[in-house]
């Protein structure tokens, strides 16, 4: 038994140091993808923004993925190669401003849908293309379908960012309750009292 690096655990070899939960974690992911194996021949294009963040959530588990990085760091290269303006970023740096907009979207998802339940999706299902959407098994294209993708949920989430940091009296979300359980606040019906929530004297029908 040893001790490796700075776990507080031993293990049988220092070549593998995977616990239960890791290796839990690779079985979910090795899951994801056999799930976006057998969407291969969806053909349905992603047509608003929840979709599109289902799209970008599922993204590193298609088997595109690797083919888009590719992509991306060719582009790159034909771009800078003969440019006279010359640039510090790198083509890793690109790759990997990819992956961290991706790694946001399953974020973004549960914050406004929370985790799911019986009666909707599991925030689980986020990631194995249950939406049965379709991702271009061609480098290229793939990229073009992502800008695209980019260019529609950018100013979707900006508006959403801004509303949810103003407060109540200049025209924003932040003292607003949103959510299950929360009625419209001019629900027309009567509700049992304590349905209702307890709301900002300055929300509006213009809340979410």
């Known amino acids: ?14 070549k593998d140091t995977k616990n239960a939960l890791g290796i839990l974690v690779q079985c979910l992911n090795d899951y994801y993808k056999a799930c976006h194996y057998a ?7 992603p047509c608003n923004v929840y979709e599109m963040l289902c799209w970008l959530t599922g993204l590193k588990y298609n088997s595109v993925y690797d ?19 010359p640039t510090t970023v790198v083509a890793d740096a690109l790759v990997n401003a990819v992956d961290r907009l991706a790694a946001d979207s399953p ?5 406004v849908l929370g985790f799911g339940d019986a009666m909707t999706t ?24 992502l800008l695209h993708i980019f260019r529609l949920v950018f100013p979707v989430l900006r508006y959403l960012f801004t509303q949810c940091s ?35 004297p300055e929300c509006s029908i213009n809340r979410p």
């Not at 083919?67 to 303006?85: A, M, P, V, W």
């Not at 924003?172 to 019906?189: D, I, L, N, S």
């Open 1 to 14: 038994m040893l001790l490796v690096g700075d776990y507080k655990r031993v293990f049988n070899s220092d």
């Open 166 to 200: 103003l407060p109540a009296h200049h025209g924003g979300w932040a003292e607003c309750r949103y959510g299950k359980g929360v009625p419209p606040y001019t629900w027309q019906c009567a509700p049992p009292l304590t349905a209702l929530p307890n709301p900002h």
């Open 122 to 145: 599991y925030a689980c299902d986020f990631h194995n293309n249950s939406t049965q959407l379709y991702y271009p098994q061609d480098g290229d294209y793939c990229l073009h379908l």
């Open 107 to 111: 974020s973004i998802l549960t914050r």
């Open 67 to 85: 083919k888009l990085r590719k992509c991306i760091k060719l582009c790159y290269d034909e771009q800078t190669k003969n440019s006279l303006h």
């Open 39 to 45: 969407t291969l021949s969806a053909t349905k294009s």
